[in-house]
């Protein structure tokens, strides 16, 4: 079973809710796809830990066989190559790394060179195997690294909790890719419910299930409760607002290992997720 989740800003309590589930499951997997804020690590400070470098293909061009056609250029639809100086040059930051550039030269002056964009580090918490891909300052784009972490969820028996990047542009939609269900983490506020909306689209245009957690709710919020009513969003759980959490947040200690009552309720939360899979 794999679970993702997401929240539509940051902020909402992804990381805690995605992090206490893991924690609260007898065995699992935690695989942290926010690759530019990895925050999940820094809870569960996993063992034995190792490393594998990710890297891209980026074109390279030989200057003696390119005889200047362009059709390199004119064939990459991201505009990742220009011809300047009677020579291409590529912009690393949006290349895809499609290959096509090199498919379509008709001399062969175009080959491809790794070029690191991150690490994926794995290890152990407890009960947790703990997954996380570190994306290297400046790079632009997650999803290569994100595909390189979720490709240890295919290694695992394991329960697995996929700790989503906030929003839901291409690095959201790749994370939740090979997801069986979905829980949105909503913070019960005007903002907090408009990027819940976007998120939720996104799950639904994928035809993902899904449900809800209301994270530090202090009471009823009207407009989000008649909200997934009114969109048949099930609501797995209310998560109070605690000074007790914010105080194991601070600490960076794990909820459910420090107190009773939380490992009770994300419990309860895996449970109901297991018989929303199940339907």
Known sequence: MKIAVLSG??????????????AAASSSLYIDC??????????????HRNEETISVLLPVFDGAL????????????????????????VFPGICHSCGGCALVCPRGAVSETPRPIGVVEAGTSGNTAVVTGVLEPGEISG??????ALAKALESDR???????????????ESVSE????????????????????????????????????????????????YCAEHHVNILCRIPYSTELATLGAKALIAVRENEEMA?????????????VRR
């Open 9 to 22: 800003k940051g902020g909402t309590g992804k990381t805690f809710v995605s992090v206490n589930l893991a």
């Open 34 to 47: 926010d690759v530019e804020e990895p925050n999940g690590r820094l809870f569960f400070r996993p063992e």
């Open 66 to 89: 390119c005889d200047g056609c362009r059709k390199c250029v004119d064939f990459c639809k991201f505009n990742a190559l220009v011809y300047i100086k009677e020579k291409p040059m």
């Open 143 to 148: 999803v290569p690294l994100i595909r390189a």
């Open 159 to 173: 329960p697995v909790v996929i700790d989503c990047p906030p929003g839901s542009g291409c690095a959201v939609l």
């Open 179 to 226: 997801a069986d269900y979905c829980v949105l983490v909503a913070e019960p506020t005007a903002f907090g419910l408009h990027n819940f909306a976007m998120v939720l689209e996104l799950v639904n245009l994928l035809g993902k299930p899904c449900g809800v957690v209301i994270n530090k709710t202090e009471g009823p919020y009207r407009e989000l409760e008649e």
């Open 264 to 276: 009770a309720v994300f419990r309860r939360l895996s449970d109901k997720i297991e018989k929303e």
